[in-house]
């Protein structure tokens, strides 16, 4: 079965760090994977969609790597900020080609 | 330039009761999702429409559970003679053509808790 698995510890960091987050997935073929942000009692946010011919994208703080190879997204924020506590999910679009996926996402928490 | 607007945001039922979830989407979207959110679990995808369309119901359980996505008005997802695992946050989002290669655009959800 297809499987999408982001660490389900949250993560601590300290303002000023880069926080790094996984996404590893199983059985999936993508041609892109998406993240997102989300805040308690909020819908998702749309931060980032990397393409299978992508290694890298960036964006401000934010950086996603793609290897196809390992079956694995890494998600970067440098400089991190309070602000930037949240829980951010991967998404990869499932077989049928139209429901878009998602892990359980990993809670990220930055303290002053 | 409104979102995805759903209500109510919070709904309250009693067992066997029916819950109305509504979702209107973004100006110019004509394809909207609905997801279900367990506390402690993932998003789960339920339902994909278009317009008067039912493209990918695989999400969807079998019984009691219903979607549509009229010509005019708002998406509706419908839970007949609801139950106490019905209770979780109930999101819907758009997008303006087909999920390929496209974002979601996501609503604030809709909280239903069964008595």
């Known amino acids: 079965s297809q499987k999408i698995e982001q660490n389900s510890e949250a993560l601590n960091i300290q303002e000023g760090k880069t926080a790094t987050l996984t996404c590893n997935y199983t059985?999936?073929?993508?041609?892109?994977l998406q993240w997102y942000r989300q805040d308690p009692g909020r819908g998702p946010v749309f931060l980032l969609l990397?393409?299978?011919?992508?290694k890298e994208k960036r964006k401000e703080r934010l950086k996603v790597t793609f290897d196809t190879t390992l079956k694995q997204s890494l998600f970067h924020i440098t400089a991190s900020q309070p602000a930037d506590s949240a829980t951010y999910l991967c998404?990869?679009?499932?077989?049928?080609?139209?429901?878009?996926?998602f892990g359980k996402g990993t809670s990220l928490l930055v303290t002053p | 330039n409104a979102g995805v607007m759903q209500n109510p945001r919070h709904l309250v039922r009693r067992r066997g009761q029916e819950a109305r979830l509504r979702c209107s989407p973004m100006?110019?979207?004509?394809?909207v999702y609905w997801y279900r959110q367990l506390p402690e679990e993932g998003l789960k995808f339920m339902v994909y429409l278009q317009k008067e369309n039912i493209i990918d119901e695989s999400g969807m359980p079998k019984e009691r559970f219903s979607a549509e996505f009229p010509k005019e008005g708002p998406s509706i997802l419908r839970i007949q003679q609801v139950v106490r695992g019905d209770s979780a946050a109930y999101f819907c989002a758009s997008s303006p053509r087909a999920p390929t290669n496209e974002k979601l655009f996501f609503g604030s959800g809709t909280q239903l808790s069964v008595l």
């Open positions: 998404a990869l679009v499932g077989n049928s080609g139209y429901a878009l996926n």
């Open positions: 990397i393409r299978e011919n992508e």
């Open positions: 059985n999936y073929s993508p041609a892109y």
């Open positions: 100006k110019g979207h004509s394809h």
